[in-house]
């Protein structure tokens, strides 16, 4: 009898998760610290709309048979800047006055050889980082198709509060 119960449980909240419109996830990593902690539960809302992601959001994506979870940083038509050291071993994130003294430092041979490049984001995709100047992010394998985000991550943080902060961290 308990069995029984225990598997009409068991069926009922599989049943309940399915039918919700968000779905609890782990977060496996420190891609995202200090926004999200390795191994914090979350939920992540099932239903995207393109026109409703946001500079700041937190979204999880499918990515060659893995899920990862990362903040927008760019949206269809934005420019993002991005910097690479001569062994392309880091890419970092520029705003335009930085954009100008990396120019001026590289001619000037102050800073090792790098590469400054301009990245337009396409129709129908966005560009996301991780807090983490390491993070496996847009910044190696590019902007990601908006399709293959399978949800928003719901935090306590407004977007811009958490755009800020990746910001800032990614940026020199």
């Known amino acids: 009898m308990a069995r029984r119960w225990l598997l009409g449980i068991l069926l009922g909240l599989a049943l309940l998760q399915w039918a919700m419109p968000w779905k609890v996830g782990i977060v496996w990593g420190h891609s995202m610290t200090p926004i999200l902690r390795d191994k914090q539960v979350i939920l992540i809302g099932r239903h995207v709309d393109a026109g409703g992601l946001h500079k700041g959001d937190i979204v999880s994506f499918r990515r060659n048979g893995g899920t990862y979870i990362k903040a927008v940083y760019g949206l269809p038509g934005d420019v993002i800047?991005?910097?690479?050291?001569?062994?392309?071993?880091?890419?970092?994130?520029?705003?335009?006055?930085?954009?100008?003294?990396?120019?001026?430092?590289?001619?000037?041979?102050?800073?090792?050889?790098?590469?400054?490049?301009?990245?337009?984001?396409?129709?129908?995709?966005?560009?996301?980082?991780?807090?983490?100047?390491?993070?496996?992010?847009?910044?190696?394998?590019?902007?990601?198709?908006?399709?293959?985000?399978?949800?928003?991550?719901?935090?306590?943080?407004?977007?811009?509060?958490?755009?800020?902060?990746?910001?800032?961290?990614?940026?020199?």
């Open 81 to 172: 800047t991005e910097f690479y050291t001569d062994d392309r071993t880091h890419a970092l994130l520029l705003d335009r006055n930085t954009e100008r003294k990396v120019r001026l430092t590289i001619r000037n041979r102050i800073t090792r050889e790098g590469r400054i490049v301009h990245i337009r984001v396409p129709e129908g995709y966005v560009y996301v980082v991780g807090s983490d100047t390491s993070s496996n992010d847009s910044r190696s394998f590019g902007p990601i198709p908006v399709k293959d985000i399978t949800g928003t991550v719901r935090t306590a943080r407004r977007p811009e509060s958490v755009l800020k902060e990746v910001t800032a961290l990614c940026r020199i």
